[in-house]
């Protein structure tokens, strides 16, 4: 069953899927120029140097591309192994410091998790950095429980791969939740010593510190300025690329994100004052809070920010699992009812979504977004409608039901769950959004266009031409790809291609 989750949830269909802009497409431009290139030291994005993120999940990607290709598969692969092995991690842990089948249920929710299934098979850092961050605070509680210095310095190693990962916050996140559980266990001189240990500190020096040298004698102060001012300070400081929100951001996203155990969650967080007494519960519920509490608090917030406190959350969910269940109580269906009332909605709305959408398309006023969702019937299919009213029905009979463990119900909901997202809603979402770019660029890879790209951002674009695209007004003889809304303000335009809101034209005299 745990082989399946992971398979459903980090692999099954991560071929087939279009690379989504702007952050795969991004990632997977940087990594396809630096093999062009041959430059490993720095990555650049369309010709012009990209200071987002460190180099670690750009050579892993580039170590994939090798050996399978420049594709989805091996452009995913490094996130999809990465999010394995924080699986398995998370499962060893809770079997070492409490039993298999507490570890089990662990495991299986944190592969078939909404928001997780979807991060683990991302094209981006996040997989591989949540890896790091998990496996540094891992080791770090078990140097707590045992005072074995090998645990502290995989701790400082783990904190090196995710500094070379994506900065700063991977070492933000392990210090801080250590200095509060230490200072809470009055263990702070313990902490100290740990912290500024030297063989630690040369461990973590010698993991990260090569290439961020390299890059400054290759870069200069633009690096410096680049990723650690605006990739970092700016992001906490500020809204970046209008990625804002309320203080309450992140309520939902957890809420959604960790479906379909929503309830479980709910379940576990009434449990506050069993949690603080214990030390691996009270360490754990630390480490959620810091990462909750700091990016509601910073300036630009995505969704999957708060999945860097995911692990502990679910590590609590499955401690508690059995004493939320409808099992451990007196018989009644409303207490069935109430946990598997989260998949119910998640899965009615997806079987009613051509509905939901069609009612809401005539009070669209974005006129490329009607021309994107235009074909939107003939994206759910007879197999779209009949998976989700038996997972509708499926789940109903899990209400009613009383002889089966409500355990094994919810996990089967996970896989169902997982399942649906991999075959279903991403490739939905993705038909939508991608295909028209992915289509358009193997035209002009297939016909060698140079290609310019106006009042658009699409850098898969690049990956699928395997080629630079310049950004700019289009000039007479220009092929440009851009959206259908702004081809009227062109004259003499002759369409090569054009779908959902996309158009590849050539530009005549104006």
Known sequence: MLLAAISLGFFYNIHAIPLFDVDEGAFSEATREMLVRGDFISTYLNGVPRYDKPILIYWLQAASVTLFGINEFALRLPSALAATAWVLAIFFFVKTLRDGKTAFYAAIMMATALEISIMGKTATADALLNL?????????????HTQRQKYLYWMFFFIGLGFLTKGPVAVMIPLAVSFLFFAIKREFKLWLRAVFNPIGLIIFLAVAMPWYVAQYLKEGDAFIQGFFFKHNIDRFQG?????DGSIFYYVPVVLLG?????????????????IIKDDLQLFLLLWFGFVFLFFSLSGT?????????????????????MNTLPDRRPPGMRARIGLFLPPLLFFATLLFLPNIVGYALPQIRDDFMKLALADYQTLFTPAYRIFFGVAVLLTLYFMVENRLESSRKLLLSGLVTAFAVSNFLIPVVAHVQQTPIKEAALIAKQHDYTVVMWRLSMPSFSVYSERLVEKRDPRTNDIVITKSIYLATLRNTEIIYEKNGIVLAKVGAQ
Do not use: C
């Not at 790091?132 to 707590?144: A, D, E, N, P, R």
């Not at 809204?239 to 990625?243: P, R, S, V, Y």
């Open 239 to 243: 809204a970046m690329e209008q990625h």
């Open 132 to 144: 790091w961050i998990t496996s540094s605070m891992l080791v770090g509680y078990l140097f707590f």
């Open 301 to 321: 917030k995505l969704p999957h920010y708060v999945v860097y406190g995911f692990a502990p959350l679910i590590i609590l969910m499955a401690l508690h699992l």
């Open 258 to 274: 960790l479906l379909p155990y929503t309830t479980v969650l709910l379940g576990t967080l009434l449990r506050i004052k069993t």
